[in-house]
Nanobody
Framework: QVQVVERGGGLVQAGGSLRLSCAASGMSFDRFDMGWYRQPPGKEREFVARIRWQDNMPYYADAVKGRFTISRDKLKNAVYLQMTSVKPEDTAIYFC????????WGQGTQVTTSS
């Protein structure tokens, strides 16, 4: 059974940093892209970042480019999102996604930015 679990959400001050982690289990994910999406309050889920399985090439939404960094550890089936210079508009539920397009999702972790 595939499980995708995010950790690391919480309250962060504007301008601060936060690191999200995601661990997947239940099968090998070596040939799966892994990434992050988010759903701000009252809005649709949107793409944040993705890392390609072949070569670790990262892709970012324009809104987070230069502030967020995605990385992965294939041995741990894990993906991370380092968030820096966090803004109030980064407040959202952050979801880990496995596959491109995403085939598996985590339950989400809340990130709230205080201004």
């Amino acid at each position: 059974q595939v499980q995708v679990v995010e950790r690391g959400g919480g309250l962060v001050q504007a301008g601060g940093s936060l690191r999200l982690s995601c661990a997947a289990s239940g099968m090998s994910f070596d040939r799966f892209d892994m990434g992050w999406y988010r759903q701000p309050p009252g809005k649709e889920r949107e793409f944040v970042a993705r890392i390609r399985w072949q070569d670790n090439m990262p892709y970012y939404a324009d809104a987070v480019k230069g502030r967020f960094t995605i990385s992965r550890d294939k041995l741990k089936n894990a993906v991370y999102l380092q968030m820096t210079s966090v803004k109030p508009e980064d407040t959202a539920i952050y979801f880990c996604a496995v596959g491109q397009p995403p085939a598996y999702w985590g339950q989400g972790t809340q990130v709230t930015t205080s201004s």
